[in-house]
């Protein structure tokens, strides 16, 4: 049996394909640095990070939150993997590679135009290929729409200005239709695509006996009496038995939006049945028994010379910025915006599942004024570090809400040497305790999660960061004290 969510972190939008007896997975990265993450399973419950496609992000020189690699479709045609994404500011974009691990193509522009979102490419039995994406508004000013073009079968642009083929808003309480993957089963042309919103949707099947349309539609899975909010934007795929599977988001406001598997099967009139009667399950037999437990890293050593693939930056990093190897992660203290929300030189990884601890030991050898230290970062951010004062090094804890300074979340505390052990601690809720200190409530960003990181700000010298360690059901609710720290 499986438990959800099969992936307890932000793996946002995700799609789904099986090659041969091998599951992989892609999600949105949108301005995540490497981005396009591609996973890999047996069972589509037990999940590791083999590569990332997108190994960075043209221009990409500071944040830019809510942009770029927006829900992405992975294919296998003619021999090859294919990623295609939509760009709201560019346009719709691919990559290839002949195989997941890559080495993958760099960005092709298929489709240009702004507000051009959640693109799919689909190839026909008969060699044509074509394309469905839908619409973001604060770009194109539309969307609860899906449009089609026909597309060259190399992937390379459009034929056609396109059609919209299904319109939310001719549907009775449509929405931000959005979301669409295209599948032929028995003849018939299916999308699946989700409306309503990421915490409030559903998920909806559309079938057709021509891709161009009409199509007939029906909500197919929704929230009913379950807990699970919103269940809806992923991926149909089938197993090696047979059996049929349907992955998708759940969105869980600090956290992201996490991944859930239900099981599915097709009705005796033709139309597909998610979960329990087109309600999200808590857990199921396994699709496939007897693969080993896995699960994306989170915590490091830091032993290796390169970061693992748990981490990530907000821009494209520069290699002066940091160096690994030995048990220990250096960070060049380097100038730049106060605000964490607008530093580049910050690393960080998706929240692991709570409730959960994270420890790092800290040593600031720095010019004055530098700081660096353990962050929360989200729309709000929180902070627990090292300073040097012009009264000497301090242990500081510092928040920021959206658009103001940071403050002091509890008063800075003189060190004897620039040496600290940093720990936070947070809960089911996103609820963070940094050391034994006041509570600070974690925030999503803008369609992502909130983020675990590591920054160095100054205009001289390095940050030492000594382990990476998180810990699982380790809420320690302040005073504390946590339980001792431990790997997972």
Wanted: glycine share 14%; net charge negative; hydrophobic share 40%.
């Amino acid at each position: 049996m499986y438990r959800n969510p099969v992936l307890n972190a932000d793996w946002s939008d995700p799609d789904v394909i099986r090659v041969g007896r091998d599951f992989y997975l892609t999600a949105s990265s949108f301005t995540k640095v490497p981005g396009l993450p591609i996973l890999h399973s047996r069972d589509l419950v037990n999940w590791t990070v083999i590569a990332h496609a997108l190994p960075e992000l043209e221009g990409l020189t500071r944040p830019e939150p809510g942009c770029r690699v927006w829900a992405p479709s992975l294919r296998h045609h003619d021999g090859r993997f294919w990623i295609f994404w939509g760009d709201p500011d560019r346009g719709v974009m691919q990559v290839n590679a002949t195989g997941p691990r890559g080495p993958w193509s760099a960005p092709h522009l298929v489709k240009p135009g702004l507000g051009l979102i959640d693109a799919c490419p689909f190839w026909d039995e008969d060699g044509t290929a074509w394309l469905v994406h839908g619409w973001a508004r604060s770009r194109a000013g539309i969307n609860n729409r899906l449009t089609l073009n026909r597309m060259t079968p190399d992937a390379t642009g459009v034929l056609d200005d396109g059609r919209v083929i299904i319109d939310g808003d001719a549907l009775p309480g449509y929405r931000t239709l959005e979301g669409p993957k295209v599948y032929k089963r028995d003849g018939a042309y299916w999308i699946f695509a989700p409306a309503g919103g990421v915490a409030e949707g559903w998920q909806s099947a559309f079938r057709a006996e021509h891709l161009a349309g009409p199509y007939e539609d029906r909500i197919v899975l929704e929230q009913g009496g379950t807990g699970v909010n919103g269940p809806h934007q992923g991926a149909w795929v089938d197993a090696p038995d047979g059996s049929h599977w349907f992955l998708h988001f759940q969105d869980r406001g600090p956290f992201g939006r996490v991944v859930h598997l239900q099981p599915m099967s097709w009705g005796d009139d033709g139309w597909p049945v998610m979960g329990d009667g087109g309600e999200p399950v808590a857990g199921h037999r396994m699709p496939v028994e007897g693969q080993p437990a896995a699960e994306p890293p989170t915590g490091d050593t830091f032993q290796a010379t390169r970061l693992g693939p748990q981490w990530h930056w907000p821009v494209n990093p520069s290699p002066t910025w940091y160096r690994a190897g030995g048990g220990s992660l250096m960070l060049a203290c380097l100038p730049g915006p106060g605000d964490l929300r607008e530093r580049g030189p910050v690393v960080a990884q998706r929240l692991p599942a709570a409730p959960f601890t994270a420890r790092t030991r800290l040593t600031l050898d720095a010019a004055p004024g530098s700081r660096a230290g353990l962050v929360i970062l989200g729309a709000t951010y929180a902070w627990l570090g090292v300073e040097l004062t012009g009264d000497g090094p301090a242990l500081v804890c510092r928040t920021a809400e959206p658009g103001a300074p940071e403050r002091d979340l509890l008063p800075p505390v003189p060190l004897e040497r620039p040496k600290a052990e940093l720990t936070v601690a947070v809960d089911e809720h996103g609820r963070c305790v940094f050391g034994d200190g006041e509570s600070f409530q974690a925030t999503p960003g803008r369609w992502v999660g909130a983020v675990l990181g590591l920054f160095a700000a100054g205009d001289a010298g390095w940050a030492g960061f000594q382990r990476f360690d998180v810990t699982r059901d380790s809420w320690c609710p302040p005073p504390g004290p946590c339980p001792p720290a431990g790997r997972r």
